[in-house]
C-alpha cells in the first residue's frame, strides 16, 4: 500500500431503501409542490435532512403535528398501525416510504401473532424500526438485544416461539443471540437470511476487510445512524483505530498522525457528496491516491408507490436524489 493513500470501500453510502425513500420525498415534493410533511427523519442523516428542508419538506415528530389533509410521507424505517390509523383519521394523505424489507418484518409479525406465537424481537429498543414492529403486536412482542436478555426471558422453554429481527442489524450481530434463542427454546422459529438488510452486512464485510488493511478507518455517517456507529465499531473489533465523520468538517487532523492508508466508507443514509468532501480534504493534507476496494456490485432496486406515477404516462420519473455526486477513484486494488 502506498504511503498517503485512500481506500474507498464497495459498496459504501446509499442503500437501495434509502434511495427509495428520498426519491419518494422529492417525488412529492415535485408532484404536490411545497410543504411535504415527513414523520420522523426520512433517512438517518443530516445532510439529507438540510437539503430536504430546502426544497420543501417539512419533519415532524409526529402524525399529529401534521395540518389535517396535507401530505406526509412515512420514514424509510416504517411506523405502527397506530399511527396509520391517527394519520387516517386526520385526513392525511399518506406516502409511505417504509423499507420493504422493513414492511416484510411487519408482515411476519402480524402473520406470527395470529398463530399464537411469542415474538422475539432481535433488535435495539427505541430504535424507531422496533417501536413500529412493536405496535403490529404489543402484546406478544418482546425485544431481546443481547444474550443476557435471553436468560432473563421469563418464559417456559417450551414457549412457541418466533424471532424476529431488525433489518439494519447483521448477521454477525444477531447470530449469538439467536443461537441462544435456539439453545433455549424448543418450539422456535427462526427468520429467513432476507430478513436481515444485504446493505447492513455488506458495508460492514467491507469495513472489516478495509480495517484488516489500514491504518485508520473513517466511515462517513450522522451520529444518530445506527448501522454507520456499528461500521466503526467493526473496524475497531478487527484491529484498526476507526472514527464516525459526519462530514469532512468533523476530520481531526491528530487522526492522521503516523498514518499511511486511510479506508474510507459510509453508513447506508451516507450521500456520496459527503465521501467526496471527505476525501477531497484527505487529499489536500497528502492522502491524495484514492483506490477503490473489490468488493460486491449492489443491483438491488425497489420500485416507488405507483400513486407517484406521472399521470401522462403511467411511470415513475426519475429524479436526482440529494447528495448523490460520483466520485472517480485513481485506480482499484
Same mark, same amino acid.
Given at each position: 500500500?502506498t504511503? &498517503?493513500s !485512500?481506500?474507498?470501500?464497495?459498496?459504501? *453510502?446509499f442503500?437501495? #431503501? %434509502?434511495?427509495? /425513500?428520498i426519491?419518494?420525498?422529492e417525488?412529492?415534493?415535485?408532484?404536490?409542490?411545497?410543504?411535504v410533511?415527513v414523520?420522523?427523519?426520512?433517512?438517518h442523516?443530516h445532510?439529507?435532512v438540510s437539503?430536504?428542508?430546502?426544497?420543501g419538506a417539512?419533519?415532524?415528530?409526529?402524525e399529529?403535528e401534521?395540518?389535517? &389533509?396535507? !401530505?406526509?410521507?412515512?420514514s424509510?424505517h *416504517?411506523?405502527?398501525? #397506530? %399511527?396509520r390509523? /391517527?394519520?387516517?383519521?386526520?385526513?392525511?394523505?399518506?406516502?409511505?416510504?417504509?423499507?420493504?424489507?422493513?414492511?416484510?418484518?411487519?408482515?411476519?409479525a402480524?402473520r406470527?401473532?395470529r398463530?399464537?406465537?411469542?415474538?422475539l424481537?432481535v433488535?435495539?429498543e427505541?430504535?424507531e424500526?422496533?417501536?413500529?414492529?412493536?405496535?403490529?403486536?404489543?402484546?406478544?412482542?418482546v425485544v431481546?438485544?443481547?444474550e443476557?436478555?435471553?436468560?432473563?426471558?421469563?418464559?417456559?422453554?417450551?414457549?412457541?416461539?418466533?424471532?424476529?429481527?431488525?433489518?439494519?442489524?447483521?448477521?454477525?450481530?444477531?447470530?449469538?443471540v439467536?443461537?441462544a434463542l435456539?439453545?433455549r427454546?424448543t418450539?422456535?422459529?427462526?427468520?429467513?437470511?432476507?430478513?436481515?438488510?444485504?446493505a447492513?452486512?455488506n458495508?460492514?464485510n467491507?469495513?472489516?476487510d478495509?480495517?484488516?488493511r489500514?491504518?485508520?478507518?473513517l466511515v462517513?455517517?450522522?451520529?444518530?445512524?445506527?448501522?454507520s456507529?456499528?461500521m466503526?465499531?467493526?473496524a475497531?473489533?478487527?484491529?484498526?483505530?476507526?472514527?464516525?465523520?459526519p462530514?469532512?468538517?468533523?476530520?481531526?487532523?491528530?487522526?492522521?498522525?503516523?498514518?499511511?492508508a486511510?479506508g474510507v466508507s459510509?453508513?447506508?443514509?451516507?450521500?456520496?457528496i459527503l465521501?467526496?468532501g471527505?476525501?477531497?480534504?484527505l487529499?489536500a493534507?497528502?492522502f491524495?491516491?484514492v483506490?477503490?476496494?473489490?468488493?460486491?456490485?449492489?443491483?438491488?432496486?425497489?420500485?416507488?408507490?405507483?400513486?407517484?406515477?406521472?399521470?401522462v404516462?403511467?411511470?415513475v420519473?426519475?429524479?436526482?436524489?440529494?447528495?448523490?455526486?460520483?466520485?472517480?477513484?485513481?485506480g482499484a486494488?
Open positions: 500500500m504511503a &498517503g !485512500v481506500v474507498l470501500a464497495q459498496p459504501r *453510502g442503500c437501495a #431503501g %434509502v434511495r427509495r /425513500a426519491g419518494i420525498v417525488r412529492a415534493l415535485d408532484l404536490y409542490g411545497a410543504p410533511y414523520r420522523k427523519e426520512i433517512v442523516n445532510y439529507i437539503e430536504l428542508v430546502k426544497r417539512v419533519f415532524v415528530d409526529s399529529e401534521v395540518p389535517e &389533509g396535507a !401530505v406526509c410521507v412515512f424509510a *416504517g411506523v405502527s398501525p #397506530g %399511527v390509523t /391517527a394519520a387516517a383519521d386526520r385526513g392525511l394523505e399518506v406516502i409511505d416510504a417504509t423499507c420493504p424489507l422493513v414492511s416484510k418484518v411487519h408482515q411476519e402480524v406470527f401473532a398463530d399464537g406465537r411469542t415474538i424481537l433488535g435495539h427505541g430504535h424500526e422496533v417501536e413500529g414492529v412493536l405496535g403490529e403486536a404489543p402484546d406478544r412482542i431481546v438485544e443481547t443476557e436478555d435471553v436468560r432473563r426471558l421469563g418464559l417456559p422453554d417450551d414457549t412457541p416461539v418466533a424471532v424476529l429481527t431488525q433489518t439494519t442489524l447483521s448477521f454477525d450481530e444477531t447470530a449469538k439467536v443461537e435456539r439453545a427454546f418450539d422456535l422459529l427462526t427468520p429467513g437470511d432476507d430478513d436481515i438488510c444485504y447492513s452486512q458495508r460492514q467491507a469495513v472489516k478495509l480495517a484488516r489500514n491504518d485508520l478507518v462517513v455517517g450522522s451520529r444518530n445512524s445506527s448501522n456507529l456499528r466503526v465499531e467493526v475497531r473489533e478487527h484491529g484498526a483505530a476507526a472514527h464516525l465523520v462530514d469532512e468538517t468533523h476530520l481531526d487532523e491528530a487522526w492522521l498522525e503516523g498514518v499511511s486511510i459510509a453508513g447506508a443514509s451516507a450521500p456520496e465521501v467526496h471527505l476525501v477531497t480534504r487529499a493534507l497528502g491524495d491516491r483506490e477503490l476496494q473489490r468488493g460486491i456490485a449492489e443491483d438491488v432496486v425497489f420500485s416507488m408507490p405507483g400513486r407517484l406515477a406521472d399521470p404516462t403511467g411511470r420519473p426519475r429524479t436526482p436524489l440529494a447528495g448523490e455526486a460520483p466520485l472517480s477513484p485513481g486494488v
